[in-house]
């Protein structure tokens, strides 16, 4: 491999690895969004808490 074919396949490696990483940064914070806001299990006043959460039909 010739050292502009060697240079030009490490940045590609990198780029696609820094955008993989952005990713899934991206993708935790949505997942850390979604854990935190179901973790507040008193319910809102005028609300009662539910007998059972989940799918009505598995239910």
Do not use: Q, R
Request: charged share 5%; aromatic share 10%; hydrophobic share 50%.
């Amino acid at each position: 491999m010739s050292p502009s074919h060697f240079s030009t396949y490490i940045l590609g490696l990198y780029l696609l690895m820094s955008n993989e990483f952005v990713t899934t940064l991206t993708e935790l914070k949505a997942i850390a969004a979604a854990a935190i806001m179901g973790f507040n299990n008193i319910p809102k006043n005028g609300y009662n808490m539910p007998a059972a959460i989940g799918i009505a039909a598995t239910l």
